[in-house]
């Protein structure tokens, strides 16, 4: 005899009782996100904040940190989490309302991957972004110093340390090299 597992809603999820701990909904199961290691957060918050000093200073759109849940797909339901995104005003001219989840999906996202984080499940998460209606996902890798760009066309660039990543088609002019991102220790003049 087989016992049939409830999946939970995106409603489930939000209102779950704080318990310290960061959790996704994939297709109505709850997936537990462990921490992060500091390199990986670091890059992230590097990478993500010329990204969104970019969209600000060109008046673009606004963009989320690692916290904001984005509902994806219904029934079920499955509520991710980037590490960095990015919405345009085109497709969220309005704050979402104060509680619950996103319904807009961010133009670009970011994912940097982390030690434990295995590639079947990086490009599971990189291919349900795109398939939710994401125009851009960046892939960044620091322990080979990478950043995949795959774009919602199907191709994806590979920048290595030595090249420039470009935000075209969603942030136009947009452009950083992989160097920065990885960059550590104070600037030099």
């Given amino acids: 005899?087989?016992?049939?597992k409830k999946l939970l809603t995106a409603d489930d999820l939000m209102g779950m009782p704080d318990d310290g701990k960061r959790y996704?909904?994939?297709?109505g199961v709850l997936i537990e996100m462990p921490p992060?290691?500091?390199n990986p957060s670091r890059v992230a918050v590097r990478?993500?904040?010329?990204i969104g000093n970019f969209a600000e200073e060109h008046d673009l759109g606004h963009?989320?940190?690692a916290d904001a849940g984005i509902h994806i797909e219904r029934d079920p339901d499955t509520v991710r989490v980037p590490d960095y995104g990015f919405i345009s005003y085109e497709r969220m001219a309005e704050p979402p309302p104060s509680r619950g989840y996103a319904d807009v999906i961010p133009d670009l996202v970011l994912e940097v991957v982390s030690p434990n984080d295995r590639q079947p499940d990086i490009d599971a998460k990189t291919?349900?972004?795109l398939e939710a209606g994401v125009r851009l996902a960046l892939v960044v890798y620091p322990e080979t110093q990478e950043v995949h760009a795959h774009h919602d066309d199907g191709s994806v660039m590979h920048y290595?340390?030595?090249?420039t990543v470009v935000g075209d088609p969603v942030l136009p002019g947009f452009a950083c090299p992989v160097a920065d991102i990885f960059a550590f220790g104070p600037r030099r003049q």
Avoid: K, N, P, Y
């Fill in 1 to 4: 005899m087989t016992t049939a």
């Fill in 24 to 27: 996704e909904l994939i297709r």
């Fill in 36 to 38: 992060t290691s500091h």
């Fill in 47 to 50: 990478f993500g904040r010329r």
């Fill in 63 to 65: 963009d989320v940190g």
């Fill in 127 to 129: 291919q349900m972004w």
């Fill in 160 to 163: 290595g340390i030595g090249d």
